[in-house]
């Protein structure tokens, strides 16, 4: 079935960087985009970034322009997201999502959550 | 950015009755709209896409209509269940956002 699998909770110092990784299976990797969306405590989903798994191509938000690295390993089918500079309003749930042709995720991963904490 | 406003953020009902939670752009987005819902502790599950296609799986008690820039969410018959906070999203131009949700809650 189709699933995206996220990497394990993280607690990281300001200023440092986190890495969360979104192992894809049960489609065609390349077939699909993705979407990084966090949520922080309390507050609206708000979207990240996203990747073209194909060409590698990228699309930031405005918000985390500098900051926000979208990779992807399509031999790994595997997604990743880079956040430096970290600082406690960071602290949220990181979700990768799939995206359908039509635009919207149609899969999410279960969360990943980082905690930005000195 | 377009932004996306949804009314009310809080909705208090029983089972059994019909609910209706509308979200605002702030410009026209045709019928580029989804709608998710999310449970405490869980990710978001998509509902409805663009504007009023029903997602595989999802009871037809869910609905959606609106084009342009007025969109609804509407359940048809409240249950048990459906409990939760619900979100649209609009798609335009490689940008994607969220409404702030709204949170149904027993009466």
């Known amino acids: 079935q189709v699933q995206l699998v996220q990497s394990g909770a993280e607690v990281k110092q300001p200023g440092a960087s986190v890495k969360v990784s979104c192992k894809a299976s049960g489609y065609t990797f390349t077939d699909y985009a993705m979407h990084w969306v966090r949520q922080a405590p309390g507050q609206r989903l708000e979207w990240m970034g996203w990747?073209?798994?194909?060409?590698?191509?990228?699309k930031y938000s405005q918000k985390f322009q500098g900051r926000l690295t979208i990779t992807r390993d399509a031999s790994a089918t595997t997604a990743y997201m880079e956040l430096s500079t970290l600082r406690s309003e960071d602290t949220a749930i990181y979700y990768c999502?799939?995206?359908?042709?039509?635009?919207?995720?149609?899969?999410w991963g279960k969360g990943t959550t980082v905690t930005v904490s000195s | 950015d377009i932004q996306m406003t949804q009314s009310p953020s809080t909705l208090s009902a029983s089972v059994g009755d019909r609910v209706t939670i509308t979200c605002r752009a702030s410009?026209?987005?045709?019928?580029?709209l989804a709608w998710y819902q999310q449970k405490p502790g869980e990710a978001p599950k998509l509902l409805i896409y663009?504007?009023?296609s029903l997602e595989s799986g999802v009871p037809s008690r869910f609905s959606g209509s609106g084009s342009g820039t007025e969109f609804t969410l509407t359940i048809s018959s409240l249950q048990p269940d459906d409990f939760a906070t619900f979100y649209c999203q609009q798609y335009n131009s490689y940008s994607w956002t969220f409404g702030q949700g709204t949170k149904v809650e027993i009466k």
């Open positions: 663009m504007a009023s």
């Open positions: 990747i073209n798994t194909g060409n590698a191509n990228t």
């Open positions: 410009q026209s987005i045709t019928n580029w």
């Open positions: 999502a799939r995206q359908h042709f039509l635009y919207y995720m149609d899969v």
